[in-house]
């Protein structure tokens, strides 16, 4: 079994490098790749470390990389497996400036509403932190609050970042397109890195017709694969990937999502009871990444 979708607390996750490596082992987890946002600092931590003391498995490189698809007007993930992490490190932007302004847009309107929060907030320039997962974490300190977003018609589940900061309907909403770089961009970024680019969760963006949109980006850029298995994923949704990559001849892959206390009901490897994600799902492109940490 493996997993090919896990946050640390170099993003939004709560577990450190060395407890996903023995949290990774515990589940007897033969493949992992730790995903963080737009960071590859756990790499840098990983050539420091005696692994096989806490992980007996293998490890690929891999960072989830923000971009903007403007054809739908969305900000999407793509992940970079097998990505050589000193190109990628070399070409890193701290986002601490741009996630602590929307920051300050998270607070206006929660306190435009009511809720209780620490009203000092803030994201340093030189911090890697996004600014929902911050805004997220500090409001659910709160019970008072669960009743004002209610009323408000805001959901928390299955995914605060989806339902607000991206969806246009919300008082949440942020306009990210002057701030990521574009599709082709990011591609050119991840094969320059050596590295394979994948759709992260296909299903969990605000689209009403989600297999025309990832067709739509299939035929208009160079994506490698699709990250086919996720947590929360129906069968059906699961082999409607699968149908996509063998038609237009990509990769497949899989993952929890895993955060750790942030995403309480998704576990490492199985996701929220049912993922197992078997290695034979990738078989056929993780024999060829070359900087496979084993």
């Known amino acids: 079994m493996i997993d090919l979708h896990i946050h640390s607390t170099y993003s939004d996750g709560s577990y450190s490098v060395i407890e996903l490596l023995k949290e990774a082992e515990e589940k007897k987890l033969e493949i992992i790749s730790i995903t963080d946002h737009d960071d590859v600092r756990a790499y840098e931590e990983i050539k420091k470390l005696d692994i096989r003391k806490n992980f007996s498995g293998k490890i ?11 054809e739908y007007n969305i900000p999407i993930e793509l992940l ?35 809720l209780i929060f620490n009203k000092d907030l803030e994201i340093n320039k030189d911090e890697n932190r996004y600014a929902l997962a911050v805004f997220e974490t500090e409001i659910l300190k709160y019970p008072e609050n669960k009743k004002i977003l209610e009323e408000n018609n ?39 890195a050596n590295g394979s680019a994948f759709l992260a969760h296909p299903y969990i963006y605000h689209i009403s017709k989600v297999e025309e949109m990832v ?16 947590s929360t994923f129906t069968e059906e949704q699961k082999n409607n990937m699968l149908s996509l990559c063998k038609k237009y001849n990509l990769f497949s892959s899989g ?14 490897g199985i996701g929220m009871g049912n ?9 056929n492109w993780v024999t060829n990444i070359k900087n496979i940490i084993n």
Do not use: W
Not at 60 to 70: A, L
Not at 215 to 230: A, F, N
């Open 80 to 114: 970079g497996y097998g990505i050589d992490v000193d190109t990628i490190k070399s070409q890193e932007k701290p986002i601490g400036e741009i996630q602590n302004r929307y920051l300050q847009h998270l607070k206006e309107v929660g306190n435009s509403i009511g």
């Open 255 to 268: 993952g929890s999502d895993f955060h750790g206390k942030l995403k309480p009901a998704i576990a490492m």
């Open 60 to 70: 690929i490189p891999d960072c989830e990389f923000k971009c903007y698809f403007k």
């Open 215 to 230: 067709e739509t980006l299939i035929k208009k850029y160079k994506i490698d694969g699709i990250e086919c298995c996720y």
């Open 275 to 283: 993922l197992q994600v078997q290695k034979e799902l990738v078989e």
């Open 154 to 192: 805001i959901s928390i589940e299955p995914n605060f970042y989806r339902e607000s900061q991206c969806n246009s309907e919300s008082i949440f909403y942020i306009n990210e397109e002057k701030d990521f770089i574009t599709v082709d961009e990011l591609l050119e970024k991840i094969h320059k």
